[in-house]
């Protein structure tokens, strides 16, 4: 097994990122929320099923993500992408006229923020040398 980080495993953790965010939401119809919330669809082990695979993913993401980064590290993370945001829409690169581009924007930088936080304890070693290790209760 390696134990190499490299940016083929930041992609792999962005991938796996992505799919979970657009999986839950997105603002086409090829979602869980609009699946789920379809009138169309009767709530039943299949959607439980379903939501409880996501939960369990965000709530790996999640934890993750603040455990190597923490609320500055997330706050400051968010406010980088908001900036690259801001100089793609000073440059004309990106219109943010549209709600579609709005929620697709949000979406990808959530799942960018998400795959740093998963990726941040092994680039924080690469930079310093310095290992992070959890707390373990006896």
């Known amino acids: 097994m390696a134990t190499e980080f490299n940016a083929g495993s930041f992609l792999g953790r962005w991938i796996f990122a992505l799919a979970l965010v657009l999986g839950t939401y997105n603002p086409t119809q090829w979602c869980y929320f609009t699946w789920a919330t379809a009138e169309s669809t009767t709530f039943g082990p299949i959607v439980a099923i379903a939501g409880l695979v996501l939960l369990i993913c965000w709530i790996i993401f999640i934890r993750a993500t603040f455990m190597s980064m923490g609320w500055l590290g997330i706050t400051l993370e968010a406010a980088l992408f908001g900036c690259v945001v801001w100089l793609m829409v ?30 941040w304890s092994h680039i924080r070693r690469r930079l310093s040398g310095q290992f992070d290790v959890d707390e373990k209760d006896d």
Do not use: K, P
């Not at 690169?93 to 709005?102: F, V």
């Open 90 to 119: 000073d440059q004309g690169w990106l219109s943010l006229e549209s709600e579609g581009t709005i929620a697709w924007v949000v979406l990808i930088i959530l799942s960018l923020i998400l795959a740093v936080g998963m990726s």
